[in-house]
């Protein structure tokens, strides 16, 4: 069964400590790994998508991963406006997106 | 305004009422899809549409009606709503069905009594 587990469920930083959260899968044929930042009340934004194992990407503070079983999302130097749900998905077949249950980051000054 | 849109934003309706929920993207994205998202269970897919006249189910079917008349459109339609059925509900777009990222409205929040 295709799966992803993302991890920590929560994380509370200080300003300025970096940190990375983690997201496992499990499908059959990767066709691209999403991740997406909500707020409150505010439907997903996107930041990324990786391909293949090996490919990263970079956005301010923010830096995603990807190898055959796992993405990691690196936030360095964190401010408070970086605290949101930061969710994973998986696009498996044809678009059909799987979503893990997301990191809640709380980014303190 | 450019973009993905849904309304109502704010939803309360009692056990056994129709509630139709709205969809509109300005963007002519072929794929359009929804989603509830409950706590504990993340973002589910409910239905999706290839294009105008193309729907297809997805993980929580179930009590819920589509259409697409129009590829701009994609109504979501509870037909005799249910408790269950109490969640938050996104709308998404996308260019293709595959290899794309999807593009999400602010969602619509609703309570069924």
């Known amino acids: 069964e295709d799966q992803v587990t993302q991890s920590p469920e929560a994380l509370r930083l200080q300003e300025g400590e970096s940190s990375s959260l983690n997201c496992s899968y499990t499908v059959s044929g990767l066709r691209g790994l999403f991740w997406y930042r909500q707020d409150p009340g505010k439907g997903p934004e996107f930041l990324f998508t990786?391909?293949?194992a090996g490919e990263e990407k970079e956005k301010e503070r923010l830096k995603a991963t990807l190898t055959k079983k796992e993405s990691f999302l690196h936030i360095t130097a964190p401010k408070p406006e970086d605290s949101a749900t930061y969710l994973c998905?998986?696009?498996?077949?044809?678009?059909?997106?799987?979503f893990g249950q997301g990191t809640e980051l709380s980014v303190k000054p | 305004d450019a973009g993905i849109t849904q309304s109502p934003r704010y939803k309360i309706t009692e056990t056994g009422r129709q509630v139709t929920l709205m969809c509109h993207q300005t963007w002519s994205h072929s794929y359009m899809f929804w989603y509830r998202q409950d706590l504990g269970h993340g973002l589910r897919l409910i239905y999706y549409s290839a294009a105008a006249d193309i729907t297809d189910k997805g993980e929580v079917p179930d009590g819920y009606v589509v259409s697409r008349s129009k590829t701009e459109n994609f109504p979501l339609t509870l037909e005799s709503a249910t408790r269950s059925q109490t969640s938050v509900y996104f709308c998404?777009?996308?260019?293709?069905?595959?290899?794309?990222?999807?593009?999400f409205g602010p969602g619509t929040r609703l309570t069924v009594l």
């Open positions: 990786l391909y293949s």
């Open positions: 998905a998986v696009d498996n077949q044809g678009g059909k997106l799987i």
């Open positions: 998404a777009s996308s260019v293709t069905n595959s290899y794309n990222e999807q593009f």
